[in-house]
């Protein structure tokens, strides 16, 4: 240890001798061991923001160092008509103006247009009645027939939960299909909390957290890797949020299959919880900090711009964030419709970069399965 290192730790030990009851919880994580549910509650409700944020960078550098990954990608939604009909959701037709479904035509017309560079295609939205795996499978083909190195990361385990289904499939067999139609990767959607009472009351209809966690281990165990979320600030507790944390924990421990977290911030406007107030800054800066230190196996904790609005995510590089997503592009109205900053998000690269350094970290290119990427920016 460098005369440097010995400092930083001697500063944080001053700091944490006047914490005594969160001051074990931090030697533990400092000497990167595993802290468990009681602890983490602990440490969020008694530990400041700033120790917070000096835990969770301490846990960061040890696994991504001082990088900030980011990826040049692009999102569809194909539709926004949904069966089910969720609390805080502001983007299915039972919230929306307009009930719309862009068709296969439209959707390859948009893949068509997209720029070549783009290496990544989101593709997640509302679950339609009338779609069955077989359209979904088809869509993939096609998209891929078109730009076969693209890597598709599509439909949320609350969609795969409708579309298998329908189809009178298992998971595994649902999944393997799609794998052979091109799927690359699973996002992370449709976690919301996993308590299940709290679940049962925001958004009861849909796929249940068992059959969560089921459909991201069977995409594991198939050679899938996923993302998880966790939708917070809305009306969970702390616990509630440590639970949700815990159960990702456990499931990644035996798969390894997840590639990064995303804490989702509630947003409120045109939803069924518009009467709740949003979260702080602070708030915000605790969930990503908490994220990272409590889960050790996850590679990455990834700050969703158009959620949260570039300048936070920008922030949140400093607590423990290590992943900002990527370029985007205009599609993406989930996040507009329920009242975010950036009514268009869409960022270029350069300016991803100009965000990443004046946080001092250094901007890295990645591909989906966050290999970096040697390219001229
Ligand atoms: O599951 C919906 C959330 C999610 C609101 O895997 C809301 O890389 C806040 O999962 N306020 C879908 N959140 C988006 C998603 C996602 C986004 C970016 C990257 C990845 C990834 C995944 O959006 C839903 C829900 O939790 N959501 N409405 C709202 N009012």
């Known amino acids: 240890m460098n ?13 944490m001798n006047s914490l005594s009851p969160v001051k074990a919880i931090c030697l533990k994580v400092l000497k990167g061991e595993r ?5 983490g509650l602990s440490l969020y409700e008694h530990a400041e923001l700033g120790l917070l944020g000096l835990l969770a960078d301490e846990t960061r550098v040890r696994k991504n160092g001082r990088a900030a990954y980011y990826i040049r990608n692009y999102h569809i939604e194909p539709t926004n008509i949904c069966v089910n009909n969720c609390l805080f959701c502001s983007f299915s037709h039972h919230f929306s103006p307009a009930r719309w479904e862009l068709t296969i035509g439209d959707i390859l017309q948009k893949v068509e247009e997209m720029d070549d560079t783009i290496m990544e295609l989101h593709i997640t939205g509302a679950v339609h009645p009338e779609r069955d795996i077989y359209y ?9 027939s078109l730009r076969p190195d693209l890597h598709i990361k599509a439909y949320s385990a609350v969609e795969l939960d409708y579309m298998i289904k329908k189809s009178n499939l ?8 799609l794998k052979s139609c091109g799927l690359g990767s699973i996002p992370g959607g449709g976690a919301e909390i996993f308590d299940e009472g709290l679940r049962n009351i925001i958004c009861g209809m849909k796929a249940t957290s068992s059959t969560w966690l089921e459909i991201h281990e069977t995409a594991h165990r198939a050679g899938i890797p996923s993302n998880a979320t966790m939708l917070y600030g809305h009306i969970e507790t702390p616990r509630q949020r440590i639970d949700h944390l815990e159960r990702l924990r456990q499931l990644q421990d035996r798969t390894s299959g997840f590639n990064a977290f995303i804490p989702l911030k509630f947003r409120n406007s045109n939803n069924k919880l518009s009467e709740v107030k949003e979260v702080s800054v602070i708030d915000d800066m605790k969930m990503y900090a908490i994220a990272r230190i409590y889960l050790d196996n996850f590679p990455h904790i990834k700050a969703y711009w158009p959620a949260v609005g ?7 590089l400093s607590f423990g964030v290590d992943d900002m997503d990527g370029t985007i592009n205009d599609s993406t109205r989930i996040y507009s419709l329920a009242g ?12 991803m970069r100009e965000l990443i350094t004046a946080a001092k970290r250094i901007p890295v290119e990645r591909d989906s399965l966050y290999r970096p990427l ?3 920016p």
């Open 340 to 351: 975010a900053e950036d009514q268009n998000p869409v960022m270029t690269v350069s300016e």
């Open 35 to 39: 802290i468990s549910p009681e602890e």
């Open 170 to 177: 298992t998971f595994t067999e649902g999944i393997g299909y």
């Open 374 to 376: 040697n390219i001229d």
């Open 3 to 15: 005369v440097m290192q010995e400092n930083y730790r001697l500063v944080f030990i001053d700091r």
């Open 310 to 316: 570039r300048k936070l995510a920008q922030v949140s």
């Open 136 to 144: 979904y499978g088809e869509l993939l083909k096609k998209i891929k």
